[in-house]
């Protein structure tokens, strides 16, 4: 529920750019540093620190650092590369964005750009003999810093892009996003039921792609001032085509500054990003098992795993008493038990449907769900495990097999379009 400028802030300070950046930053204050503190330094300081040879170790940490920033580069890029393979590409930003991964690069890439300025400064006479003192102390800080990323990445490679690991984050990432629904299962809205009240104003997107980040700040205000009721169509997390409702405006007509304030306040970009989208690290656990149970693969180690994640991530239900309404003129569609169950267990019990351990593990989950939330979880649930049932039987498992799973999901009982005897109800069959 943050606005925009801090999100697109955020963002910004994740890339690796930054970092490098203030390593240059570091190599520019070190010349203005040096023109200041040099008239107080003597100038036998610098035989008896070893300043004298710090263009030596600029030299040596130039070269040096631009092969290890290659080859650590090739390192990232192939890990990136086998999570993408053996996981799901939707994992690799997850990978991108590991902080130690950024800061050993930053280091390394901004180590060899600070004794590269360093060089340059050295042979413009921009450091006298007392200001390479200066010069010489910071470049030991640098070298510290270089150690220590050094010692980092080691420990680091040990595990980064493996099949665990990358579970590890893609977990994490639901785990925030999951928390931050229950905080605010409506974004501090109020929760909309069903579509919008008729006779509203429609204002539409005006590209196409997912909704990233909801304004909620700037919208509630933009609503107080101009009197109105907005109602969103979408979450974090939903598409939109252009000319497709972004939102429901109830009250005077928008003008065209309040409807450009709207589309300014919904940021859409071509992909799903975790943060403020409880539903997309479901669905990319979802993916990383379905690989794994695919034939090519063939690994319901993986699968089973990523099932225990999953009940892991869905035992905690967030409270369902009255909602906290920050934003009290904004209406934000609510997520429900069935579109989680939907997206992290339906593609896992289509593709495990012949998978006899898979299958168990699936009813157990499901059963452990429902005694969690029973309220919640008793009819989605119920649902998925009767279509697993019904899947693993097409998928030609044996009776004992089917009588194991049968019992499993007994507490789901029969499905409401069958008769006592097996058969298909009148209602079921359309009368």
Request: aromatic content about 6%; hydrophobic content about 50%.
């Amino acid at each position: 529920m943050i606005s925009r400028h801090i999100w697109n802030l955020r963002n910004a300070l994740r890339k690796i750019w930054v970092r490098v950046v203030a390593f240059a930053v570091l190599a520019v204050a070190s010349v203005v540093l040096a023109q200041l503190l040099s008239p107080l330094l003597p100038d036998w300081a610098a035989t008896r620190t070893g300043a004298a040879s710090v263009d030596r170790i600029l030299n040596l940490m130039a070269s040096s650092m631009l092969a290890v920033t290659t080859f650590s580069l090739s390192i990232a890029v192939s890990a990136f590369a086998a999570a993408a393979q053996n996981a799901t590409p939707r994992a690799i930003a997850l990978l991108q964005q590991d902080p130690i991964t950024q800061n050993v690069l930053a280091t390394f890439l901004g180590a060899f750009l600070f004794s590269l300025l360093g060089l340059i400064a050295l042979g413009a006479e921009l450091y006298d003999t007392a200001g390479r003192v200066v010069l010489f102390f910071v470049t030991i800080v640098v070298t510290g810093f270089v150690i220590l990323a050094l010692m980092r990445w080691i420990g680091h490679l040990m595990s980064f892009g493996r099949m665990g690991n990358t579970l590890d984050r893609v977990e994490t990432a639901a785990a925030r996003a999951l928390a931050a629904w229950r905080r605010a299962p409506h974004l501090g809205g109020h929760p909309a039921n069903g579509a919008a009240p008729g006779g509203g104003t429609d204002v539409t997107a005006r590209r196409s792609g997912y909704v990233q980040h909801l304004d909620m700040p700037s919208l509630n205000a933009l609503a107080e001032k101009a009197d109105l009721q907005i109602h969103l169509a979408l979450r974090p997390g939903g598409f939109v085509a252009a000319g497709q409702p972004l939102a429901t405006v109830q009250g005077t007509p928008p003008d065209s500054a309040s409807r450009q304030g709207i589309r300014d306040a919904v940021t859409i970009g071509t992909d799903r990003v975790f943060e403020e989208d409880p539903r997309f690290g479901l669905i990319v656990l979802s993916e990383i098992a379905s690989r794994a149970l695919s034939p090519a693969v063939n690994d319901p180690g993986t699968a089973i795993s990523v099932i225990g994640r999953i009940v892991r991530l869905l035992s905690e239900w967030p409270d369902r008493g009255a909602p906290d309404i920050r934003f009290a003129r904004l209406h934000v569609p609510q997520i429900d038990a069935q579109d989680l169950l939907t997206d992290a267990l339906r593609p896992i019990a289509r593709d495990g449907a012949g998978t006899i351990e898979v299958q168990m593990r699936l009813q157990k989950a499901l059963a452990s769900l429902n005694r969690t939330a029973p309220e919640m979880f008793a009819g989605p649930g119920a649902r998925i495990a009767r279509d697993a049932l019904a899947r693993a039987a097409r998928a030609g498992l044996g009776r004992d097999e089917m009588d194991t799973l049968a019992a499993l999901a007994d507490w789901a009982g029969p499905d409401p379009g069958t008769d006592s005897s097996g058969g298909m109800s009148d209602g079921a069959k359309g009368g």
